[in-house]
């Protein structure tokens, strides 16, 4: 599971998501950052840089879904490469002026520009769980089988994992000739909810 982390939380947000909207910006968060300042990377991602005049840098997790810093000084580091969660990519403040305002941050979820904390939201466990789930039981119906609660929930049980693993058989996802559907995940039955999490979107 991709995991985001916004290092710059904790700084005074001054221009908001809203604010831009009303400013006619599509969309983003500014946070007070000072000349300088470290910029971290909030995910394990690749790193790109965006030229578009705005100092930009892009990361984006294997399944596409991404995150943009802008507004930066200057770089760190040679671009596009694979950075890990929390590695310098840049520093705040802006060239152009010589003046630190902010930072601004935005996510992109299925291609649509988000607030940084619904890309986050997307991500955590129990939403991924329910998206998962809802996408299991619209198959479940054809093969007269009964929906699992996680939809609702968002908690995997072993009913949950009986489904994913009757998918993964189906899809030929299990190496292992005999194999079981126990309702138990093993790294395999892992590895085929992660594919099921890349197409439940
Ligand atoms: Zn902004």
């Given at each position: 599971v991709a995991t985001f982390k916004n290092?710059?939380?904790?700084?005074?947000?001054?221009?908001t998501w809203s604010q831009h909207r009303q400013h006619g910006y599509a969309g983003g968060d500014d946070y007070k950052t000072k000349i300088g300042q470290a910029i971290k990377s909030p995910a394990t991602c690749r790193a790109t840089l965006m030229h578009d005049g705005l100092n930009g840098v892009r990361v984006t997790v294997p399944d596409g879904n991404s995150v943009v810093l802008r507004e930066l000084k200057s770089v760190k580091g040679k671009f596009p490469r694979n950075v890990k969660q929390g590695e310098v990519i840049g520093y705040a403040g802006?060239?152009?002026?010589?003046?630190?305002?902010a930072t601004h941050i935005e996510g992109w979820l299925n291609g649509v520009r988000v607030a940084f904390s619904k890309l986050q939201a997307h991500y955590s466990t129990s939403a991924r769980t329910k998206r998962i789930a809802a996408f299991l039981n619209a198959r479940a119906k054809a093969l007269h089988l009964p929906p699992t609660a996680a939809a609702r929930t968002g908690r995997r049980g072993p009913y949950y994992w009986r489904l994913v693993q009757t998918w993964g058989r189906h899809h030929n996802l299990y190496p292992k000739p005999k194999f079981v559907i126990n309702g138990i995940p093993g790294p395999q039955t892992r590895k085929v909810e992660a594919k099921l999490a890349t197409l439940a979107k």
């Open positions: 290092y710059l939380s904790g700084l005074r947000n001054i221009f802006r060239e152009r002026d010589g003046e630190a305002k």
